[in-house]
């Protein structure tokens, strides 16, 4: 399938996320406090000294201060100034979808709009779900120079492939710059359905590019195996998981090295 998509590229910093090469390399970064945020991401940055990471993901439903936002500013300045070129994507995953379940007294919209208005990160999670005809968050992130990953993630199963075919479509004409999809295989058969379904989208999408993953251990080859399906991102781990089936981002970079070789 390798050469056979529209491709459209995003350009964060100098990494360039683009469907059909390796894989760009995406890290959760988690703690409840700053404290536990900056260790992590003491750990995060020592293990890119010996393998690639690309992209943090600041999972912000992990931390306990999301509502003060002097506060959410402050940490995410730190992080960003020792993450150098390395892009910044800020995520609040709604418990629905796999975050943590917590009370908000400001909605998720208004933090990330706060953090999308003042630019404190370089790219932010929408859910699909969180949206209708048209996504405000959109067109402010335009205006402020932020990237939009708009997600959907299912953690009960795999819908059929015209599903997430439309789905991940459905993201790319709202006007997200990149579109992600995350579900759940109850036997190879939904993996299958899930690597097809993202070449599906990217024939009949707009080329912007695409995340889509299989989660748990029957999943775990959709994680490297995005440059011969298309998906231009994987998730990996230091420490602690975000996901099920995460892999640990040296043996993630293991064998994304390995798939790259034989396809180039």
């Known amino acids: 399938m390798k050469g056979t998509f529209v491709n459209k590229e995003v350009v964060i910093r100098n990494t360039v996320i683009k469907s059909g090469i390796r894989p760009l390399v995406c890290v959760p970064l988690m703690g409840e406090d700053d404290q536990l945020v900056m260790e992590h991401l003491e750990d995060i940055l020592n293990e890119a000294k010996e393998t690639r990471i690309d992209i943090v993901e600041f999972r912000a439903d992990y931390y306990d ?16 100034e020792a993450l150098g070129d390395k892009v910044l994507l800020f ?18 919209e208004e933090i990330n709009s706060f953090v999308i208005e003042n630019k404190l990160a370089d790219m932010v999670d929408v859910e699909l779900a969180s949206v209708g005809e048209k996504c405000a968050l959109i067109d402010l992130a335009k205006m402020n120079q932020v990237k939009i990953i708009m997600s959907n993630h299912d953690f009960e199963k795999t819908p059929d492939r015209e599903e997430i075919v ?16 995350a579900v759940m295989p109850h036997s190879k058969e939904d993996l299958e359905v899930l690597l097809s379904a993202t070449v599906d989208a990217h024939m009949k999408g707009t080329g912007a590019p695409i995340v889509s993953m299989s989660m748990g251990e029957i999943g775990a080859q959709s994680r490297i195996l995005g440059e011969v399906y298309g998906s231009a991102v994987t998730f990996g781990s230091v420490g602690q998981v975000s996901a099920p089936g995460q892999l640990q981002v040296r043996e993630l970079n293991e064998m994304l090295d390995m798939i790259h070789n034989k396809t180039v």
């Open 91 to 108: 995520t609040i995953r709604s418990p629905r979808e796999g975050g943590v379940d917590r009370e908000y007294s400001k909605t998720i």
């Open 166 to 181: 439309n789905r991940l479509i459905r993201m790319q004409r709202l006007g997200a710059d990149v579109a992600k999809i």
């Open 65 to 80: 201060e999301l509502q003060d936002f002097k506060k959410v500013k402050d940490i995410l300045a730190k992080v960003r």
